[in-house]
Structure formats: structure tokens, C-alpha cells
């Protein structure tokens, strides 16, 4: 049986108190519930099961997929508590998520997220191949490619989870977020140590582009469709291609703001080229 600290357990509890209200409002989804929550035992078997049913289909059976979760919650049991902590980033950072079990069964950012610190604990105990398999299945099921060695913190959320790419070498520290399409890869085919490093409180916009080993400081902003090819100083904003410092957010993390408009800054930006008054034109 997997040891799952308090944090785990209560979070559990509060998981399924959630469903079990859903499960009285909701008939069409009371089998649902059960098979994912309501008949668990814990977090543990009720994220096993989450993550079996997400990347079942492609000749490792649900089963199987589940056993490897069960293996890894019981050698690391930390792996709960940063889905406690990646869930709760959600809940608290996206207006429009409303509880914890719609986060936990619907949304596709947690279930890309832990699914793939499975693949990562395979990685790290030297099950290569395996951790690969997980990943291609997360890519066709989710169309997020995570490499399973990079490293990525707790208190994560991927919003909208749709086209993130992360590469091998990559780093992204505690409480990040990460909007769709974005990517922290390489600059072409350098070996080594090669991908960028987010470092905690940072958020990057929608279609961002983060490319090569270079730094994003603590409680960066990137902007929304910004390619960024050298450090971003902590607690400044970067917009543009390539991106350049307009100014600093006002919050020491910007990744709890989720402030996409760019009003946070204490600095204004000047605009790229002169405002016609339109009498002009």
C-alpha cells in the first residue's frame, strides 16, 4: 500500500466529497465517478487510474500502465503531493475552473503533468525505454511533448495544455505557468546542455518561444508569441521577436497574476512605431 502523507489524504477526501456532490446533481456521469474516484482507495489508485485511461490504446494495456503508476507512488510518494500542489495551482490561478474534481478529471494540463512524472520517474530508474513510450503516448494523446529527463518543479499549471513543447535538458522551477504553444527547446543540433531554464514565479505567454540554455529569471514575464534567445533578468517583462525588456511586473510572481494584457508592468512601453491619428491617414 502506497504511504501517502496528509496532504495527500486530505486532498483526497475533498476530492471526493466533490463527487460525490457531482454525483447526485449528474446521473449520466454516477459510473464515471466511481470507476475514478468514488470506489478508490486513495489519491494513489484514483490517479492511477486517471493517467491509465489517458494513454490506454496503443499496446500497453490499462493494467499495465496502472501497475508502473502504482510502482512509482509507492517508491516516491512525493509524486502525490506535487499533483496536490499542480491541482491546487489551477484552482487557484484559473477563473474558470470550479473544483478540484473537474480540474482532476477534466482538464488536460493535470493529466498531461502527471502522466508525465511517470515517464520521468522512469527515466530516472533507468526504464529508458519505457519512459519513452510514455511520453510518445502523452504527445498523441495530449499534443504535449515533455521529455521524460527534463526537470520540472511543483505548482505547475500548463493552461489549455495544447502544442507545449519541453525539451530534454530543460529546467522549469516551482509555481510556473505556462500558457498553450509554448516551447522551451533548442536553437538546432547542439549536444548537451541545451535547452532553457524557467526559473520559479515566471509566466509565459500563449505561442511563446524559448530557445537555447538560457535563463528566465525568478518572476519573469514573457510575453504572448515572443521568441526569447538570451536571458531574461528576474522580475522584468520580455516581449517581442526576438524579446526585448519593456518593463518589470508589479508582483514579485506573475505566474500567480496570470495578467496576459501586460498591465502589470511598472514601466510603460513605448510602441514599435508612431500612433496616426487617424484626421492623417
Partial sequence: MTEQSEIARQFFQNLKAEALDIY????????????AILQSSGLAQSLGRMIAQSLDGAGVSKSEIFQVCAQAYASDPDLLDCTVSDINAVKNRDPASSSLCEIFLFLKGPKVLE??????WLYCQERRALAAYFQSRISSQFTVDIHPAAKIGRGIMLDHASGIVIGETAVVADTVSLLHDVTLGGTGKEQGDRHPKVDKGVMIGAGAKVLGNI???????????????????????VVGVPARVVGH?????????????LSEISTPIEPLCPILDVKQI
Avoid: N
Avoid at 502522466?115 to 520521468?120: A, L, P, T, V
Avoid at 535563463?215 to 517583462?237: F, K, M, N, Q, Y
Fill in 249 to 261: 511586473p508589479r508582483q514579485e510572481m506573475p505566474s500567480l497574476v496570470m495578467d496576459q494584457t
Fill in 24 to 35: 447526485k446533481k449528474e446521473p449520466m456521469l454516477r459510473s464515471y465517478l466511481e470507476r
Fill in 115 to 120: 502522466s508525465w512524472r511517470i515517464s520521468h
Fill in 215 to 237: 535563463r528566465v529569471g525568478e518572476g519573469a514575464i514573457v510575453g504572448a508569441g515572443s521568441v526569447v534567445l538570451r536571458d531574461v533578468p528576474a522580475h522584468s517583462t
